[in-house]
């Protein structure tokens, strides 16, 4: 979150237990999101959500729609693992129109909106690092598909599943619509003076400067055999047996250990008896 003003919303209205800690970040949301990887090590798996998302849409995908969320996000980063990518995202429109003519998946340049997407970690490699659009936030998500491209030479994209939010609301941490269109120019313009080969400029008709991109093909084929990433949770039950059996076998240990101290010092009694009788019938 932003400031404390959030930090209070958020705490009033999630449910405590369903989060690790709440942390107040940094202005800006290019920063922000640096500050959030850098809270992780490298090879941690984020997913980046927006808090406006009001709903995610895995109807339209065969593969996905008969699972949960969960299973989604698991799956994803799974993908990325075998096909050595380091990003996933989702279509950028939730209209089911566009979302159900494309392919499930696709791995050659194609925008990775922000609203929704997931990271494996890489919080000190320069290269993936945002600087042109660091400013103003205009096209972050632009340059990010572009530079997690020529990194990796892949990025997956999940085209059939979408999500419902409001991109240009007239409040937001980008600010009104109205504001945005000359940043946005801006950083379109700055974005094809530097990465011409990948995308063109595009005005649309209400006056959003767009940098579309090409849709250049990945490095290396797709890999299909995708496992879901299971990641390991220390149960409490778990931890509870374990704990049992370390006490027993330390119990046993001790008991052993004290049984051959106790019959160490009863031959060493019996046969210092032993010598003692001896030397007194000698004397004798």
Not at 43 to 57: R, T
Not at 145 to 171: P, W
Not at 174 to 189: H, T, V, Y
Request: proline share 2%.
């Amino acid at each position: 979150m932003a400031n404390k003003e959030e930090y209070v919303i958020y705490e009033k209205t999630l449910t405590k237990g369903l989060y690790n800690k709440l942390i107040i970040g940094i202005k800006g949301l290019v920063p922000q999101r640096q500050f959030i990887m850098s809270q992780f090590p490298t090879g941690k798996h984020i997913v980046f959500l927006d808090d406006d998302i009001s709903k995610i849409d895995l109807s339209l995908s065969p593969q996905f729609k008969s699972h949960s969320l969960e299973y989604f996000i698991k799956y994803a980063f799974g993908a990325c693992i075998t096909n050595k990518a380091h990003i996933w995202g989702v279509y950028a429109v939730f209209n089911p129109f566009f979302r159900g003519a494309r392919k499930e998946l696709s791995t050659e340049l194609n925008y990775i909106v922000g609203a929704f997407y997931g990271i494996i970690n890489r919080p000190l490699l320069k290269s993936i690092q945002l600087t042109i659009t660091k400013a103003t936030g205009q096209k972050e998500d632009v340059e990010r598909t572009i530079k997690y491209f020529i990194n990796d030479g892949i990025v997956l994209r999940f085209n059939k599943i979408g999500f419902m939010t409001k991109y240009y609301g007239t409040e937001g941490g980008l600010g009104r619509f109205s504001d945005r269109l000359l940043p946005m120019k801006i950083s379109s313009e700055r974005l094809h003076q530097k990465y011409g080969k990948y995308g063109y400029i595009k005005v649309r008709k209400n006056g959003m400067t767009e940098f579309v991109l090409y849709k250049l093909p990945a490095t290396h084929s797709l890999i299909e055999n995708t496992r879901v990433v299971k990641y390991k949770l220390k149960s409490k039950s778990k931890t509870k047996s374990k704990t049992k059996s370390k006490t027993k076998s330390k119990t046993k240990s001790k008991t052993k250990s004290k049984t051959k101290s106790k019959t160490k010092s009863k031959s060493k009694t019996k046969s210092k008896t032993k010598s003692k009788s001896k030397s007194k019938t000698r004397k004798r």
